[in-house]
């Protein structure tokens, strides 16, 4: 977006102000320039050259969780996001590119690297290092040690072509993305297994990389490009018909930015659109799921999916709009909004009694996995998916 674009869509911005119910920072901070209609005032300010960039503008873009849920509001339908975006963009640009903060979405982008960083992490586990680390001052580092400890100690799920338990001559591609090789190993593992099992071969190319939404919601559209241009390339050359996601950040990002020459599928719909008599059949389960809508699923069919086990009471997270604070990056970024706002979701989560928190989003499952653990309440967090292959049938 040139600056002219990101100042014609900011003024379709009418400032009615319709947004701000609806905006987790300012239910937070009831700050204006925390809103949504007061950061499009600061992005047009910008562009236009009349404020000059201060950290205390950058804090109020920074502070942004960019869940868009003042997108849905809008009745003018700007097109916030993209704004932020650009703006932040721009802010990288003006920061000679940021680059401490490049150097560690780099790391945290790439399955490789992170993987040192996931076995440093357990060498040090064995040392004092990482309790005096913990009692340093700073907010940033404490979150993260305390969200590194949801990395798993096994090796990540190798690449390759996993042949289909029974062939039937079809193929699908599986998006792994970053993280997600480090913290989600048992829901790929699950993944593989149920596609394998209703006769699909799975690949997942070496070459696959992050989706790049970290990166484009940081500031850094250039590097957010090139991973969809290395994804593309992917599906170009593979003979699958289709590309399975299992995070729906990744899903978003991918579908939005053109990432995959075939469709885009989530695994969750996927297994919806099977016919049905390739459905597993699924053996009763007498708990209690509540289901979270992440800010990035707002059309998840999680909720028909898990309505498909028989017996299972299903019942949506109260007040599932509003965003979970994990967004992405933001958990590390801006530790005490994101806290803040994942424990208002534990205390809805509380009162619904239930036995399993159910989300298709591997930064929300992260945060609620800490909190619940934090909080001490019996509460598995899953995947949907994770939930359907616990109560498949195994002949
Ligand atoms: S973003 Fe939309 S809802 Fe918010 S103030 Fe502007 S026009 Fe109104
Ligand atoms: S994206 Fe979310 S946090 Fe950011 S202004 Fe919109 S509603 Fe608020």
Redesign the pocket.
Known sequence: MTPEQLLNEADRCVKCGL?LP?????QVLSNEAD??RG?ISLMQALAKGELDLSSQIETHLDR???????ESACPSGVK??SL?DASRTVITYRRNGKPFFHWLLNQLSNPKRLGYLNKTYHTLQRTVLLTIIAKLPSAKLKRLLVLAKQLVGTAPTEAGLYPADLPKGRLVQLFTGCVATQVEQPLIQTSLTLLRSLGYAVEIPATQVCCGAMHRHNGFEAAAENYCMVNRAQTDKSLAQTLITLASACHLELLEHQASSVPVVSLVEFLLKLPANEFPPLKPFTGRVALHTPCSASNDHSFELLHKIPQAEIIELPDNKT?CGAAGSYMLTQPTLSIALGRAKIEQLKACRVDVLATSNTGCAIQFRQLVEETGLPIQVMHPVELINQQREIK
């Open positions: 947004c609806e905006c987790p920072t300012y809103s949504p950061r942004c969780l960019g869940c868009r849920a003042c916030y996001s932020l965003c």
